[in-house]
């Protein structure tokens, strides 16, 4: 009897052993061998890097006078090259970029019209006089042209707000845009309180040429405002001379689109993006330069070196660069 008892207690503590170690063991399912093809391989991407490479190590040599100097691929922010770019400076007229984008995030209509008030004209600008009536759509056109503050005066005060609010307005939407060393005092780039570093203001035109209307403009080479109280239009020049081809250069029109600006405080400033024939594009950013015509010239040579000294990952030759 106490021999079948022990025998029973055996069986019943063996069988719940296996048990137990069916539950914590699973058996493993049958071992496959496993291959990248063409398909497979799809899901995982490339570690290399897709923005533009040099082909070889040369600086650039070309003359520069400016203060401050940046150039970004438009794709990737990558920078292709750089001096002083977290350098601040003050902006003077590529404010006006900044005015425009805050311009259209309000309830504007652009076909009423206004009249020019003595208090809107600035001395500086003189394609406005006062009591001329235009059309909000043409002072558009003649502030980021013709680069008018008095224009911009204009716009700002028929957007309900005074300079102060609209003020605040562009500096909530630079934080916005996460363009943290832009700071602005007023709407027009008058005031030197109105700064930012070149890796700012390469961003702020990028995120303005996103606009269709404020890259039209830009675009525009010669503009004819008319007063609707007046018979005679005015013809206007864009203040880039890379638009203009005052300054020589190999870009078509549509393959331009910058801003300029100038006070004493900031000397000759240029933001631009230029597309070459491949359809690649940069922002070079010129600050400080020593004379109107330089700053063209500095932003065209540095755009030239550039698109000759880098290649883009849709380029022959671009997978045999050291990465």
């Known amino acids: 009897m106490f021999i079948g008892l022990f025998l029973l207690f055996i069986f019943s503590v063996t069988i719940e052993n296996k048990k137990t170690e069916q539950n914590f ?12 093809t063409a398909s497979t391989s799809e899901k995982f991407p490339d ?3 897709v923005w533009p490479l040099k082909k070889e190590e040369n600086n650039f040599s070309g003359t520069s006078t400016a203060a401050a100097l940046l150039a970004i691929d438009v794709q990737t922010d990558r920078v292709l090259f ?12 590529i404010t006006k970029l900044m005015t425009a984008m805050t311009l259209l995030d309000l309830p504007i209509d652009w076909n009423t019209s206004t009249i020019i008030i003595e208090e809107d004209c600035d001395s500086s600008s ?15 056109n003649v502030a980021l042209v013709g ?41 027009t780039g008058l005031s030197s309180k109105n700064i930012g570093n070149a890796k700012d203001i390469a961003g702020l035109l990028k995120e303005s040429l996103k606009s269709e209307k404020i890259l039209k403009s830009l675009q525009i080479g010669e503009y004819f405002t008319k007063p609707l109280n007046n018979e005679k239009p005015r013809k206007i020049y864009s203040t880039n001379w890379l638009l203009t081809d005052w300054i020589p250069n190999q870009y078509a029109a549509n393959c331009i689109a910058g801003k300029t600006g100038f006070i004493n405080d900031s000397g000759y400033n240029f933001v631009v993006r230029l597309t070459d024939e491949k359809k690649h594009q940069i922002i070079v950013v010129v600050l400080g ?35």
């Open 47 to 49: 570690s290399r890097p």
């Open 25 to 36: 063991f699973p058996k493993a399912a049958e071992r496959k061998e496993y291959f990248l």
């Open 126 to 140: 003189h394609q406005l006089k006062a009591g001329d009536n235009l059309k909000l759509s043409d002072l558009w």
């Open 289 to 323: 330069a020593a004379s109107n015509e330089a700053r063209f010239l500095e932003a065209r040579d540095l755009g030239n070196w550039i698109f000759h000294q880098y290649v883009w990952p849709d380029e022959i030759g671009y997978n045999e660069l050291d990465k």
């Open 82 to 93: 750089e001096k002083k770019s977290e350098e601040l400076r003050p902006l003077a007229s």
């Open 147 to 187: 680069s008018s503050n008095s224009a911009i005066k204009t716009l700002v005060r028929n957007s309900g707000f005074s300079e102060e609010n609209f003020a605040a307005l562009m500096n909530k939407k630079a934080k916005e845009l996460k363009l943290a060393s832009l700071s602005f005092s007023e709407p």
